[in-house]
């Protein structure tokens, strides 16, 4: 069973600039394929961006290509998001996830196994 333990976040003002770390429990980490998902209030949960295992792929959202960068510590067993040029339509509840599965970098949140508890990020404009 992987944990994965979120912090950061808060109210941020546009322009700004934010980042999220997201520590796995797991000490294989450089074993897991790991994304970021957000859900704003109402909307169903949207993929941000994904990283391969080894950290040499990403695949971006095109929403945040070009502000948002995502990238891994398999020493530390960390990944993280810093988000820059925040924008008030950012604002949601940012998840960290999980998966073994095949190695792919997958975007859909069906395919993850293991989710962090969430962290909220509000832009304000």
């Known amino acids: 069973q992987v944990q994965l333990v979120q912090s950061g976040g808060g109210l941020v003002q546009a322009g700004d600039s934010l980042k999220l770390p997201c520590v796995a429990s797991?000490?294989?980490?450089?074993?897991?394929?790991m994304a970021w998902f957000r859900q704003a209030p109402g909307k169903e949960r949207a993929f941000v961006v994904a990283?391969?295992?080894?950290?040499?792929?990403?695949y971006y959202a095109d929403s945040v290509k070009g502000r948002f960068t995502i990238s891994r510590d398999n020493a530390k067993n960390t990944v993280y998001l810093q988000m820059n040029s925040l924008k008030p339509e950012d604002t949601a509840v940012y998840y960290c996830a999980a998966t073994t599965g095949t190695g792919r970098v997958v975007t859909t949140s069906y395919e993850y196994d293991y989710w962090g508890q969430g962290t909220q990020v509000t832009v304000s404009s």
């Open positions: 990283i391969s295992k080894s950290g040499a792929y990403t």
């Open positions: 797991e000490r294989t980490f450089s074993s897991l394929v």
